[in-house]
C-alpha cells in the first residue's frame, strides 16, 4: 500500500511562516493527486490545498489563497505545503492525503490513503 509520512509542524506567532512537508512511500504509482487537509478541536476536517498530478494543476481553499502554496518533487514522492502569514485560526491538526481517482480534489472522500497528522499551532 501507500505510506504517508508528514513533518513541519509546530508552534508560531501570529504572522509567522511553517512549511510542511508529507513523503511517500510504497506503491505510489497511479498518484492522480495529493492533499492537505486540517481538522481544528471540535470542527471537521476541511480542504486546504491539493495537487491534480497530470495535468498538473493546484486547487486551495478560500482561506488559505495568497497565504499557503502546495508544491511537489516527483523524484522524491514528496509534497510541501509553504505557510505564510499564518493567524490564529490556522491552528489544527494537518493531514496529508493522497488519491488515485477522480474528483474535485477538494473532498476527502475522494483520498484514500492518510498521513497521521502533524501538529500546526499559531499563537496570537
Known amino acids: 500500500q501507500v505510506q504517508l509520512v508528514e513533518s513541519g509542524g509546530g508552534l508560531v506567532q501570529a504572522g509567522g511562516s511553517l512549511r510542511l512537508s508529507c513523503a511517500a512511500s510504497?506503491?505510489?504509482?497511479?498518484?492522480?493527486?495529493m492533499g492537505w487537509f486540517r481538522q481544528a478541536p471540535g470542527k471537521e476536517r476541511e480542504f486546504v490545498a491539493a495537487?491534480?498530478?497530470?495535468?498538473?494543476?493546484?486547487y486551495y481553499a478560500d482561506s488559505v489563497k495568497g497565504r499557503f502554496t502546495m508544491s511537489r518533487d516527483n523524484a522524491k514522492n514528496t509534497v510541501y505545503l509553504q505557510m505564510n502569514s499564518l493567524k490564529p485560526e490556522d491552528t489544527a491538526v494537518y493531514y496529508c492525503?493522497?488519491?488515485?481517482?477522480?474528483?474535485?480534489?477538494?473532498?476527502?472522500?475522494?483520498?484514500?490513503?492518510w498521513g497521521q497528522g502533524t501538529q500546526v499551532t499559531v499563537s496570537s
Open positions: 495537487i491534480n498530478w497530470s495535468p498538473y494543476r493546484t
Open positions: 510504497g506503491h505510489t504509482f497511479s498518484i492522480a493527486a
Open positions: 492525503a493522497l488519491s488515485r481517482g477522480y474528483g474535485s480534489r477538494r473532498s476527502p472522500n475522494e483520498y484514500g490513503f
